[in-house]
T-cell receptor
């Protein structure tokens, strides 16, 4: 089955800095890569996703890049704000399953 | 306008005492999932339903059971909770199979005394 590795486990930045979270996956047939944000005590919510036929996708301050050859994808947050503080989970949907496999999560802390 | 609703928000049970967690959805989605999430860990899929078809993950303990009596409701039964079952239990839905967005409920935090 699919295996997703996520780094770093904790990321601390100053407000206004950029933040990058990286994930690797094992199944070369994986074709869907969502990112979920989970604020403390709240439900995970999808913030951005990318499909395997696209190399990059942007939504305001958030972008995701995908390198299928290297089997890794990254979340980029620019001009970070304190409200970006949360745990971010990457996921990959393998070619043989419609169930996404989640990474272990990255705790992003944005200091004012 | 909550779309995936879980009750209760917090549940305390005693070691070995059966407990049931509930999930309902107003989205009319075909797929419903139950995840277990322990502190600082990724959500771990326990099982899911595609319509009425039940799919159990290979490593889900027999202690965990599920029921989906209709499209809108899904239940998680823990027959004999152990201390290791204390966790956040997240229900999620997706419109269909495939590369679909998951909609999560707010979760039930289970404590086992």
């Amino acid at each position: 089955g699919e295996n997703v590795e996520q780094h770093p486990s904790t990321l601390s930045v100053q407000e206004g800095d950029s933040a990058v979270i990286k994930c690797t996956y094992s199944d070369s047939a994986s074709n869907y890569f969502p990112w979920y944000k989970q604020e403390l005590g709240k439900r995970p919510q999808l913030i951005i996703d990318i499909r395997s036929n696209v190399g990059e996708k942007k939504d305001q301050r958030i972008a995701v890049t995908l390198n299928k050859t290297a089997k890794h994808f990254s979340l980029h947050i620019t001009e970070t704000q304190p409200e970006d503080s949360a745990v971010y989970f990457c996921a990959a949907r393998g070619g043989g399953s419609y169930i996404p496999t989640f990474g272990r999560g990255t705790s992003l802390i944005v200091h004012p | 306008d909550a779309m995936v609703i879980q009750n209760p928000r917090y549940q305390v049970t005693q070691f070995g005492k059966p407990v049931t967690l509930s999930c309902s959805q107003t989205l009319n989605h075909n797929v419903m999932y139950w995840y277990q999430q322990k502190s600082s860990q990724a959500p771990k899929l326990l099982f899911h339903y595609y319509d009425k078809d039940f799919n159990n993950e290979a490593d889900t303990p027999d202690n965990f059971q599920s029921r989906r009596p209709n499209t809108s409701f899904c239940f998680l039964d823990i027959r004999s909770p152990g201390l290791g079952d204390a966790a956040m239990y997240l229900c999620a839905t997706s419109r269909d199979r495939g590369p679909e967005k998951l909609f999560f409920g707010s979760g039930t935090q289970l404590s086992v005394l």
